[in-house]
């Protein structure tokens, strides 16, 4: 008989990387193959809501796992690596197999934090740890004194975007033909996101270029937002989207002509990633995984966090150069295709798999 895996993570109703990737991972063959079955711990609701769906699924937990092989437990930020503890527990108790997938954006609030402690029994357990980036793998292997060789290296997917998300990247005549002179950004408008920052930049060029405009599809600080860009006098060039999905988010990007996320700290950003599958020209941050296939002006355009400066050059020279952005959409459509394709990521997880039960 096939060995079985439970997957321990948030609810595929949450907004979020971690729902993403494991939506992505529920599509590969490994899926199948392992008898994968998600248990779902937490949902931005209500407390009430919240405590509900860390009984039910620890009380569903302890029911199924006596008859799994594996336990995949994904955890970002302290509440959700303290959420997993009694997951992670019980599961050693009995000698079952573990990977800790580890989302994080920031040492600060996690390993080099007051809850290193956490992070560090969880860790310690489990049999292989799983990092975003080369970045996060050499951060938990020093945090680990690791001489085992435990952490590993899997990519976040892009999103498949074809036939409600089939198995093909966006065509080329689709991505080739923007429609309209935007620049788009994704994700929750926090200031850890730079949110500001493409505000800023942008006022600096927006009166040299009165048929662009930026757009901010996302939650968070709307009103905040809306205000700076009344202050910059671009709030006419200015559009907030809110949250976006399913056919609202196709739409913003398949509208988009640039993507830009200036952001300070990351996992791997799942919005760069569904820049890519999109086919988009991304502006970023070299935080995070990015570094470890950024090349500045061949495949991405780089500028530090928090450089505003660097920024509107950065925004200047994509929307007046368009051969510039024709060669980087080009090597957006490489990653989507190769590196960062999900059937690409799905293999390796099925070889971790592998690896556990050889």
């Known amino acids: 008989m096939s060995p079985k895996v439970l ?8 907004r979020g990387g971690i729902t993403s990737v494991v939506l992505a991972h529920e599509k590969g063959l490994q899926w199948d193959d392992y008898h994968c079955r998600w248990i779902e711990t937490h949902r931005d609701k209500s407390a009430i809501v919240k405590l509900w769906y860390f009984i039910k699924a620890f009380f569903q937990y302890l029911f199924l796992f006596p008859f799994y092989d594996i336990v995949h437990i994904h955890l970002s930020e302290p509440p959700s690596a303290i959420r997993k503890l009694p997951f992670m527990w019980l599961a050693k108790f009995f000698g079952k197999k573990t990977i800790v997938h580890f989302h994080s954006f920031s040492t600060e609030t996690t390993i080099d934090g007051k809850w290193a402690w956490v992070y560090k029994y969880e860790f310690s357990r489990a049999d292989i740890v799983i990092t975003l980036s080369e970045y996060w793998k050499e951060k938990v292997t020093c945090f680990l004194n690791d001489g085992k060789g435990k952490v590993r290296v899997v990519y976040n997917p892009c999103p498949n975007i074809n036939k409600q998300w089939g198995n093909t990247p966006l065509a080329d005549s689709d991505v080739m033909m923007p429609r309209r002179n935007v620049i788009l950004y994704a994700g929750t408008i926090t200031p850890r996101k730079g949110y500001a920052d493409l505000i800023k930049a942008f006022a600096k060029i927006a009166l040299y270029h009165k048929d662009w405009m930026i757009a901010f599809a996302g939650n968070g600080e709307i009103e905040k937002g809306k205000a700076l860009a009344e202050e910059l ?95 980087i959409a080009e090597a957006s459509k490489v990653f989507a295709n190769n590196t960062f394709n999900a059937t690409v990521v799905n293999r390796c997880v099925g070889k971790i798999y592998n690896e556990l039960m050889a």
């Open 7 to 14: 997957v321990i993570a948030t609810s595929r109703k949450t």
């Open 233 to 327: 006098g671009i709030s006419s060039q200015t559009l907030f989207l809110g949250w976006c999905a399913g056919a609202d988010k196709d739409r913003a990007f398949r509208e988009a002509t640039i993507f830009c996320l200036p952001s300070y700290a990351e996992g791997f950003p799942m919005a760069v990633l569904d820049a890519w599958a999109y086919g988009l020209p991304v502006i970023t941050t070299p935080v995070g995984g990015i570094p470890d296939v950024a090349k500045d002006g061949e495949n991405m355009l780089l500028f530090d966090s928090g450089d505003v400066d660097a920024l509107t050059q950065c925004l200047e020279r994509m929307i007046n150069d368009t051969k510039l952005r024709v060669k």
